[in-house]
Antibody
Framework: EVQLFESGGGLVQPGGSLRLSCAAS????????MSWVRQAPGKGPEWVSA???????YFVDSVKGRFTISRDNSKNTVHLQMNSLRVEDTAVYYC????????WGQGTLVTVSS | DVVMTQSPLSLPVTLGQPASISCRSS???????????LNWFQQRPGQSPRRLIY???NRDSGVPDRFSGSGSGTDFTLKISRVEAEDVGIYYC?????????FGQGTKVEIK
């Protein structure tokens, strides 16, 4: 059974940083791209970033230059480093398997507020 | 970015009756490998999204066969043959062909 567990969310001031982590199990992690998708309160999902099995990275324009994504295939984890956070980055951040959203974690809440 | 447009945005249905959701994309979703990466997700209240359908018409493991997907190119449909109480939630289409991936606005399914 695929399991994805996100951690690292919290309250941060505008301009601050957070690092999200996602621990994966139940599949051959290194063979799959991994993605981060966020959902602002009362809104639909927004695909934020993805990383292929070989390490190619993708970002939505609104986070380019502020967010980085990385993976550790030895630990079956993927990270999202978020810098220069803005109020509009407030959302539940989900980790998802592949770039087609095969499976999702339960999400971690990021609140950017002064 | 590819714009995904769903209709209707609200869908009150009677238990046991069929339901249908339309999704249209602003560009063709046919990828260079010949596949069409159009997915459907269900989000029940208070839960994470769950994928129901991938590549237009393929049901994910554990998805009841009352859910079906169809379409091609830029025009797609999700059908529920007989709505059950557990189907209440918001349904999203998502294109997985172009970057960034984009979702429709969502269709809220509720019981009349």
């Amino acid at each position: 059974e695929v399991q994805l567990f996100e951690s690292g969310g919290g309250l941060v001031q505008p301009g601050g940083s957070l690092r999200l982590s996602c621990a994966a199990s139940g599949f051959t992690f290194s063979s799959y791209a991994m993605s981060w998708v966020r959902q602002a309160p009362g809104k639909g999902p927004e695909w934020v970033s993805a990383i292929s099995g070989s390490g190619n990275t993708y970002f939505v324009d609104s986070v380019k230059g502020r967010f980085t994504i990385s993976r550790d295939n030895s630990k079956n984890t993927v990270h999202l480093q978020m810098n220069s956070l803005r109020v509009e980055d407030t959302a539940v951040y989900y980790c998802a398997k592949s770039m087609q959203g095969d499976s999702w974690g339960q999400g971690t809440l990021v609140t950017v507020s002064s | 970015d590819v714009v995904m447009t769903q209709s209707p945005l609200s869908l009150p249905v009677t238990l046991g009756q069929p339901a249908s959701i339309s999704c249209r994309s602003s560009q063709s979703l046919v990828y260079s490998d010949g596949n069409t990466y159009l997915n459907w997700f269900q989000q029940r209240p208070g839960q994470s999204p769950r994928r129901l359908i991938y590549k237009v018409s393929n049901r994910d493991s554990g998805v009841p066969d009352r859910f079906s997907g169809s379409g091609s190119g830029t025009d797609f449909t999700l059908k529920i043959s007989r709505v059950e109480a557990e189907d209440v939630g918001i349904y999203y289409c998502m294109q997985g062909t172009h970057w960034p991936r984009t979702f429709g606005q969502g269709t809220k399914v509720e019981i009349k």
